[in-house]
Nanobody
Framework: QVPLVESGGGLVQAGGSLRLSCAAS????????MGWFRQAPGKEREFVAW?????GYADSVKGRFTISRDNAKNTVALQMNSLKPEDTAVYYC????????????????WGQGTQVTVSS
């Protein structure tokens, strides 16, 4: 198991910024890909960004969100700028041993989620 712990969610006005952080503990050395997903009420969990040798982003966040990773500390962060009300969701950190993918079902390890609310 690779426990993941997120932090940094909260309430922000549209146009504002938030930074989410995720720390992996346990047997994190085998993890190659770390990513972020989000789930809004009544919607399916959707891909936001991944980091695994390179980075990838959902079209909806490209240019506004930046994923960064510190392999020495087994942490991954998501800097979110120019936030919009439609970014409101529970954000989840995820990790997998394999190559990057946008499919949530292919991630083996998940954090508990952190709420991000963007007011208009």
């Amino acid at each position: 198991q690779v426990p993941l712990v997120e932090s940094g969610g909260g309430l922000v006005q549209a146009g504002g910024s938030l930074r989410l952080s995720c720390a992996a503990s346990g047997r994190a050395a085998g993890v190659y890909t770390m990513g972020w997903f989000r789930q809004a009420p009544g919607k399916e969990r959707e891909f936001v960004a991944w980091s695994g040798g390179r980075t990838g982003y959902a079209d909806s966040v490209k240019g506004r969100f930046t994923i960064s990773r510190d392999n020495a500390k087994n942490t991954v962060a998501l800097q979110m700028n120019s936030l919009k009300p439609e970014d409101t969701a529970v954000y989840y950190c995820a990790a997998r041993r394999g190559a990057p993918t946008t499919l949530a079902r292919q991630y083996e390890f998940w954090g508990q989620g952190t709420q991000v609310t963007v007011s208009s």
